[in-house]
T-cell receptor, first 114, second 114 residues
Framework: GNSVTQMEGPVTLSEEAFLTINCTYT??????LFWYVQYPGEGLQLLLK?????DKGSNKGFEATYRKETTSFHLEKGSVQVSDSAVYFC?????????????FGKGNQVVVIP | NAGVTQTPKFQVLKTGQSMTLQCAQD?????MYWYRQDPGMGLRLIYY???????DKGEVPNGYNVSRLNKREFSLRLESAAPSQTSVYFC?????????????FGQGTRLTVV
């Protein structure tokens, strides 16, 4: 089946530190890959996406590259801010039968300390 | 600029009570989804509707029913609430007709069953 695996546990780091959140996937076919962000008390917002191998999605200083050979889509940011504190979800979609259902990872809580 | 609107935002139910969560989108999307979010579990798909007039079960449909009232609206009903249904519920929509587009989420409904 289709699934997404994110690294276990929350991530706590200091302001201006480098952030990496690992994401790997299993999928039949060629999925689109997404990172969503959820700020406290809010719904999910799309952070970035990539629709084919070697594509790089980027937004707000975050980047992720679609690596088909390693089935990965790791999220990175070079210098985090306190405002980046949120939960980050990796997700994939496959357009089977004309429907783009999303499969989500379990999410990673990121806490940035001033 | 509403996007996906969910009501209510918060609800407390007693075990055995029923309620309907409402969702409406104004983006003319064909597909709509209901997810639940639980700590450490990520988002799990309850039901989805690929187009007006169709609904299908997701990963965790037991205890829920849905209605795709028209293209805009997709409701989720709990007929006899149980404490295990305490969760945050998210409605989402997408347009699979476009090229691999993402899903857009509502703000969520926080439901507590006591």
């Amino acid at each position: 089946g289709n699934s997404v695996t994110q690294m276990e546990g929350p991530v706590t780091l200091s302001e201006e530190a480098f952030l990496t959140i690992n994401c790997t996937y299993t999928a039949t076919g060629y999925p689109s890959l997404f990172w969503y962000v959820q700020y406290p008390g809010e719904g999910l917002q799309l952070l970035l996406k990539a629709t084919k191998a070697d594509d790089k999605g980027s937004n707000k200083g975050f980047e992720a590259t679609y690596r088909k050979e390693t089935t990965s889509f790791h999220l990175e940011k070079g210098s985090v801010q306190v405002s980046d504190s949120a939960v980050y979800f990796c997700a994939l979609s496959l357009p089977d039968y004309g429907n783009n259902r999303l499969a989500f990872g379990k999410g990673n809580q990121v806490v940035v300390i001033p | 600029n509403a996007g996906v609107t969910q009501t209510p935002k918060f609800q407390v139910l007693k075990t055995g009570q029923s309620m309907t969560l409402q969702c409406a989108q104004d983006m003319n999307h064909n597909s709509m989804y209901w997810y639940r979010q639980d700590p450490g579990m990520g988002l799990r798909l309850i039901y989805y509707s690929a187009s007006e007039g169709t609904t299908d079960k997701g990963e965790v449909p037991n205890g829920y029913n849905v209605s795709r009232l028209n293209k805009r609206e997709f409701s989720l009903r709990l007929e006899s609430a149980a404490p295990s249904q305490t969760s945050v519920y998210f409605c989402a929509s997408s347009d699979p007709g476009a090229s691999r587009t993402e899903a857009f989420f509502g703000q969520g409904t926080r439901l507590t069953v006591v």
